[in-house]
């Protein structure tokens, strides 16, 4: 058996970001080195000229700044799939009209709720920043919308609102932008659970034949899984959006390269928190494949991530 020592961290001989994933790995760190092969995986999966690459993540993390860091990924080609969650319509959008504020895990919520501020984690977010400038702004665009025609998949939902957003002075921030600007496909299985749902829903009341084809979605789904060679995915987080991703790709037998990045444990067999290595007993992910579950938190570990990816893809 040949073992590969453990080598010190040096940070003055790490000159860049890309030098510092790389120490990480060498480190033999316990989740350092985990970032360390993810940034490898990931490097693989966007060398692949055959491979389909997913990204999928929850909402939650649009309320911050690694919003940006999706956006780039969009923005510079690392991305051909996304599944997320309503939610992140939610907080792109809202986030174009109004800002988010820092707050405080340890805040007093009863005394927020008076003042009419919703808490995210450690993020403020007044009543007048989501809910009524969605309300406000998505009404006139739905009854566009429904002008064209009644049936709407989220695909084409996302790609109608993103582009409606070029012309907007914080448009260019947005995922939603990018994704019709780039032509990525952002597909929301569980679109009623959120703001944005609940919009499309008081917009049925008096437009009762307006209607979300949710077969349409998972029909390109279909076309776009069983015409790849390859896929891999990116996994932020669990949920819906973690458990489509990897639920259709099991019908090209199994993804090819996979990078999850989680909080949750496994010992209480929830989705969010199982490994790749279960996906692997579903045939969700190839059993002789590159894959790995980085612990931690996504705000930290996706920004170092693909930062790091980013520089070595740059050309030589």
């Known amino acids: 058996m040949k073992l590969k020592p453990i080598k010190d961290i040096s940070i003055s001989d790490t000159k860049s970001l890309h030098d510092f994933v790389n120490a990480l790995h060498d480190s033999g760190g316990f989740t350092a080195k985990k970032i360390g092969l993810g940034v490898n995986i990931l490097e693989k999966m966007n060398k692949e000229k055959k491979c389909v690459r997913f990204l999928s993540f929850p ?8 919003r940006g860091v ?20 939610d907080h792109d959008l809202a986030r174009v009209w109004r800002d988010y504020y820092h707050g405080s895990f340890i805040a007093d919520d009863n005394e927020l709720h008076r003042h009419g501020i919703n808490r995210l984690g450690n993020i403020f977010i007044p009543n007048e920043c989501y809910g009524s400038i969605l309300e406000e702004k998505m009404q006139p665009i739905l009854d566009e919308l429904y002008e064209e025609k009644k049936k709407w998949s989220t695909k084409e939902l996302a790609f109608e609102f993103g582009k409606r957003l070029e012309h907007e002075p ?10 019709w600007k780039k032509n990525v496909p952002i597909y ?20 009762r034949d307006f209607t979300i084809d949710l077969l349409k979605d998972e029909q390109d789904l279909s076309d776009l899984v069983f015409d790849a060679e390859k896929s891999g995915a990116f996994i932020i987080g669990g949920g819906i959006s973690k458990h489509h991703t990897i639920w259709w790709n099991q019908f090209k037998d199994g993804l ?23 996906a692997i007993s579903w045939g969700k992910i190839k059993e002789h494949s590159d894959n790995i579950t980085v612990e931690g938190d996504a705000t930290v570990l996706m920004p170092l991530m693909i ?7 740059q050309p030589e």
């Open 188 to 207: 929301i299985p569980g679109i009623t659970d959120g703001a944005f749902g609940s919009q499309l829903w008081m917009f049925y009341q008096t437009h």
């Open 59 to 66: 909402a939650c993390i649009c309320s911050t700044g690694t």
């Open 170 to 179: 914080k448009g260019n921030d947005s995922i939603l932008y990018w994704a």
């Open 70 to 89: 999706i956006k780039d990924m969009i923005k510079n080609d690392l991305v051909d799939i996304i599944i997320t969650t309503a939610g992140t319509l």
């Open 307 to 313: 930062a790091a990816l980013m520089k070595r893809l």
């Open 256 to 278: 090819d390269y996979t990078v999850y990045i989680t909080t949750a444990v496994e010992y209480d067999g929830s989705l969010s928190g199982a490994q790749t290595r279960e």
